[in-house]
């Protein structure tokens, strides 16, 4: 995993802080992207310290925002990397693994930052109801078939 796609799924909201913190340090990318000072600071943040993980969470942050650049709707190896990206929470929605609130906020979060993409569009529809706390056994099956439909579509299997 490299810095875009951590910066990406945090974007999203696909990991909270602190996962964005782990995951960074694995990074193939990232003493080159963060500099060494940056990766010490985050090595030294204390895992069980909310104060320390948001301060340090905000200054990766910034850092990540400028060296990834704008993410745009309109920029298909942006569109194709969230695709990628998404391929993991469809499929843990897909195992039982997601709750579907979990799902249904990251869907909002998704539609939000890439402006109501149209591969999105079956689950937004299926998570609508789900936003005013409304979800019905009708709404959770539409969305495990949307899951598997959209599967199908990004992974071609």
Not at 47 to 52: C, D, F, H, T, V
Not at 98 to 116: H, M, P
Not at 126 to 149: A, P, Q
Request: net charge negative; charged share 30%; with cysteine.
């Amino acid at each position: 995993m490299n810095c875009k796609e951590i910066y990406l799924k945090r974007l999203v909201n696909i990991i909270d802080d602190k996962t964005m913190l782990e995951l960074i340090l694995r990074a193939n990318d990232g003493t080159m992207v963060l500099g060494t000072n940056l990766v010490t600071s985050i090595e030294r943040t204390n895992p069980n310290s909310n104060e320390q993980i948001k301060k340090t969470s905000r200054v990766l942050w910034d850092t990540l925002e400028s060296h990834v650049g704008e993410i745009t709707s309109s920029d298909q190896s942006d569109i194709a990397l969230m695709k990628a990206l998404f391929i993991d929470v469809l499929e843990e929605y897909a195992n039982g693994k997601l709750a579907t609130k979990r799902l249904c906020e990251i869907v909002s979060s998704v539609n939000l930052e890439f402006d109501y993409p149209d591969w999105c569009d079956a689950l937004y529809d299926g998570c609508d109801d789900f936003s005013r706390n409304i979800i019905s056994d009708e709404d959770r099956t539409y969305l495990e078939v949307e899951v598997k439909n959209l599967l199908l579509e990004i992974t071609g299997q």
